[in-house]
C-alpha cells in the first residue's frame, strides 16, 4: 500500500481547476489564486514514507534547539516537495501575526509544482503565486514565488516580514545567489535572528561546486538522506551503469567562472560528427530497448547535432531547450511520458524539478566537472514506474586527466575504471574492495623500521637537482660502475654510462630496450670518431661490442675491450693526471654554462673531475636536466590540480552539521 501511495504522491495529477487562475477583467496586475477545488478529485490526505516523516521530527526537533536557518538534503525523487509542504502545518506560529509561508524556487515548472501540492495539501488554505505577469496580494496564506519575479522591481515590498512563519528554499544549493541573499535580507533572514521567520532549504544536491559557502545562508544540514540509501531500500529504481570512452579531447577546454567546464569550447570538442556517432552506437548496443532514453548535452548546438544524428539512424528522437515554447515543449514532454517516441534530447532543461518517472535510460552526453551536476542527471531517471525494473546510465567519458567526474567517482571509484551494466549493488562492492585494498595499503605504510634484510649493493637513491651545474657534478650515479670497474665510467642518463677513448671516440654502455626473460639486459657499443672532412657526421655509426645478461657481465666486457684498444692512462681512474689542476680549456668550456658570480677557479677542480663534467654535458646533461625539470614542474602542476579538484570534491560532499560560512 505504502508503494501505491508514495507512487501516486510523485505522478498524482492536480485537481481540474488547479492550474486555472482567476485573473479580474479591469486590473492591469493579474492576482494569481490557485484553487484547489474540483468535484473529480476530492482532497485525500497524504500518507508520508518512514524517512519523510522521521526528517520532519528532525527539523522539528533542530528548531526546539533555537535553531533558524537550516537545510534538508533529499535525493532526487525523495519527494523534496512533500516534505516541505508538511512543515507548513508543522511549523507553529512564532506570533499571532506571524502565520504566512513564502516558497521560493527559480524555475517556473518548481513554483507550478509547489502550487499544485500546496493546493492539494491544505484545500482551506489561500495559495497564491507570484510569477511573471501573476501577482500575489502578499496576505496569502501560503505564497509560491519566483525568485525572479519577488526580486523585480518593488515587488518584494508587499511581503512583510512580520506576517511570515516560514520561509521555503526548493532547490536550496542557489540560496547564496545573489537574488536569495536579497530577498532573505528582507525577511531579516541574512543572518540569524530570533525574530525572523524560520528558514529550511531543500535540495538533493546541498553543495556548491563554485566555492560559494552556503553557510552564509543556511546555518546547519539537519538531515541527509543520500539516493544509495534510497535505491537500497527500494524508493528509488534501481541503476545500472555502463561507462563509454567517447575519445573526445578536452584536454584544452578551459574551466568558466564556475569551475566547470566552458560551454561553447566544450561543445566544439564533443559535438562531432565522430564523438556523436559513438553516442548513437552506444545507445544501440546497449540500451536499443530501452523505451525512453533522456540525453544531456552541452548546448544548442549539441542538441541539435545529436538530435539529428540519431535521426539519421532512423530513431525518432526530439529535442527541448529553454527556448522551445511552452506549448510545444508540454506537448513533447506528454508524448514523450505517453511512450511516443523513445529519445528526447535537452541541454540544461531537465536537471532540476522534472517529474517523468517514466525514463529508463540516461546518456550523458555532457562531460562535468562537478559532482552535483551529474547526480542531477542521473537523479531524473530514478524515480520509481510501474514496469520499469531499472534506469540504465550511460555515460560518454572523454579524457580523464581533465577532473572530470563520472558515475564510478559517485561511489569513491577511480574516474579512469569504466564499468559495463554494473549496478549500484556491484558498484558498492567495488567501492569494498577498493577500501580494503586501501586498509592494505595503510597497513604497509603504518610499518614501523626494521633492520634492513637487503644487501648493500641493492640500495635506491632518488635525487633532485636545482640546476644542470648540480647534475653535472654529481658523481653518486657512477659510485656503482666504479665500485665494478678501475676505469672513469661516467653517468649521463638513467642506465646509460660514457668511457672516454682517444680523440673523441666512446665506449657507451647502456641498458637493452625491450629485452625481457632470458635475453641479454645490457648492450656496449663503440663510437668511433670520424677524421674532419669525412663525413657529415663527426662520428662513425654505433658499433655493437657486446650484449650480457647482467650490468657487472656488461661492465667487464667493455672493460676488457678498452684495455686492449685504449691507451691504459686515458681510461683508467687512477692515473696521476687526473689529480692535476684543470686546462685552460676545460675551466673555459665548463664556465660558459655558469653565472657570472658562479665561474669556477683552478683551486675549485681538478683534471679528471673536469673532464668528467665535460663528457656529461658532451652526452645531453643540459638536455637530461631540461627533462627532469619538465618532470618536475609537470609533477607540481599536478599536484597543484590534484589539490584544486580536492578542494571541489569537499565542498560538493554532503553531511549533516553546521555550515561553514
Keep these: 500500500m505504502s508503494r501505491l501511495l508514495s507512487k501516486w504522491l510523485l505522478s498524482a495529477k492536480p485537481p481540474r481547476a488547479l492550474p486555472s487562475f482567476r485573473y479580474p477583467s479591469l486590473s492591469s496586475t493579474r492576482r494569481a489564486s490557485v484553487s484547489a477545488g474540483g468535484p473529480a478529485h476530492p482532497f485525500q490526505p497524504v500518507r508520508l514514507r518512514e524517512y519523510q516523516e522521521e526528517c520532519i521530527q528532525t527539523v522539528l526537533s533542530s528548531l526546539q534547539q533555537g535553531h533558524k536557518r537550516i537545510g534538508i538534503s533529499l535525493a532526487t525523487g525523495a519527494g523534496k516537495t512533500v516534505v516541505f509542504t508538511q512543515l507548513i502545518d508543522r511549523i507553529k506560529p512564532s506570533s499571532k501575526r506571524a502565520t504566512q509561508t513564502l516558497i521560493l524556487a527559480h524555475r517556473r515548472e518548481l513554483v507550478e509544482q509547489a502550487a499544485r501540492h500546496c493546493s492539494n495539501a491544505y484545500p482551506s488554505k489561500t495559495v497564491e503565486v507570484e510569477m511573471g505577469n501573476s501577482h500575489a496580494s502578499g496576505r496569502a496564506d501560503i505564497t509560491i514565488a519566483s525568485i525572479q519575479s519577488i526580486t523585480s522591481g518593488d515587488r518584494i515590498s508587499k511581503f512583510d516580514p512580520k506576517r511570515f512563519k516560514l520561509v521555503l528554499v526548493d532547490e536550496a544549493h542557489h540560496i547564496v545567489a545573489p537574488g536569495y541573499m536579497r530577498t532573505l535580507e528582507h525577511f531579516d533572514l541574512d543572518e540569524k535572528k530570533q525574530s525572523s521567520p524560520t528558514l529550511v532549504g531543500v535540495s538533493a544536491t546541498f553543495s556548491r561546486f563554485d566555492g560559494l559557502r552556503l553557510g552564509a545562508a543556511i546555518d546547519e544540514i539537519v538531515y541527509h538522506k543520500d539516493y544509495v540509501d534510497m ?5 528509488l529504481s534501481d541503476v545500472i551503469f555502463t561507462t563509454v570512452e567517447s575519445t573526445a579531447d578536452i584536454s ?8 566547470d567546464f566552458q560551454p561553447s569550447e566544450l561543445s566544439r570538442a564533443v559535438n562531432t560528427d565522430e564523438i556523436n556517432e559513438i553516442t548513437i552506437r552506444s545507445w544501440f548496443a546497449r540500451a536499443a530497448g530501452r523505451k525512453s532514453t533522456l540525453v544531456f548535452c ?4 549539441h542538441v541539435s547535432g545529436l538530435t539529428r544524428a540519431f535521426r539519421q539512424h532512423g530513431i525518432d528522437a526530439r529535442f527541448v531547450t529553454g527556448d522551445t515554447p511552452k506549448l510545444d515543449r508540454g506537448a513533447r514532454l506528454d508524448a514523450f511520458k505517453k511512450g511516443e517516441f523513445p529519445v528526447l534530447v535537452n541541454c540544461g532543461v531537465f536537471t532540476e524539478g522534472t517529474d517523468i518517472p517514466n525514463i529508463d535510460c540516461i546518456i550523458l552526453a555532457r562531460p562535468t566537472r562537478s559532482r552535483n551536476l551529474l547526480v542531477q542527471m542521473i537523479g531524473r531517471g530514478m524515480r520509481l514506474h510501474p514496469g520499469k525494473a531499472n534506469c540504465h546510465i550511460i555515460d560518454m567519458v572523454s579524457s580523464l586527466a581533465t577532473g572530470i567526474v563520472t ?4 561511489f569513491g571509484l577511480d574516474p579512469s575504471q569504466l564499468v559495463e551494466e554494473v549496478s549500484v549493488d556491484d558498484m558498492k562492492d567495488i567501492q569494498t574492495r577498493k ?5 592494505r595499503e595503510d597497513a604497509v605504510k603504518a610499518a614501523k623500521p626494521a633492520p634492513s634484510k637487503i644487501r648493500g649493493d ?5 635525487t633532485e637537482y636545482d640546476s644542470v651545474l648540480d647534475l653535472i657534478s654529481d658523481t653518486s650515479g657512477e659510485q656503482h660502475i666504479r665500485s665494478i670497474s678501475k676505469n672513469a665510467w661516467v653517468q649521463v642518463g638513467p642506465d646509460r654510462y660514457i668511457l672516454s677513448g682517444p680523440e673523441g671516440t666512446f665506449i657507451r654502455l647502456e641498458k637493452a630496450e625491450g629485452e625481457t626473460g632470458d635475453q641479454p639486459k645490457f648492450s656496449a657499443w663503440e663510437i668511433r670518431a670520424l677524421p674532419k672532412g669525412v663525413s657529415k657526421s663527426p662520428f662513425a655509426t654505433p658499433r655493437k661490442l657486446l650484449r650480457a645478461a647482467t650490468f657487472a657481465d656488461a661492465v667487464h666486457g667493455a672493460d676488457k675491450y678498452a684495455s686492449e684498444k685504449y691507451p691504459h692512462m686515458l681510461i683508467v681512474r687512477y692515473m696521476s693526471w687526473r689529480k692535476g689542476p684543470p686546462t685552460e680549456g676545460q675551466l673555459k668550456f665548463l664556465n660558459r654554462l655558469r653565472g657570472e658570480n658562479e665561474k669556477l677557479k683552478v683551486s675549485d677542480i681538478n683534471k679528471g673531475k673536469a673532464a ?5 654535458i658532451r652526452h645531453g646533461a643540459r638536455g637530461r636536466f631540461a627533462m627532469l625539470e619538465a618532470d618536475r614542474r609537470r609533477g607540481q602542476r599536478q599536484a597543484s590540480l590534484r589539490e584544486q579538484e580536492k578542494a571541489m570534491r569537499l565542498r560538493e560532499q554532503v553531511s549533516v552539521g553546521p555550515l561553514l560560512a
Design 612 to 616: 668528467d663534467m665535460i663528457t656529461k
Design 252 to 259: 584544452r577546454v578551459r574551466s568558466g567562472a564556475n569551475g
Design 458 to 462: 641493492t640500495n635506491v637513491t632518488f
Design 298 to 301: 552541452v548546448d544548442l548546438a
Design 435 to 439: 577500501e580494503e585494498e586501501k586498509v
Design 231 to 235: 535505491i537500497g531500500e527500494k524508493w
Design 407 to 410: 558515475t564510478p567517482t559517485l
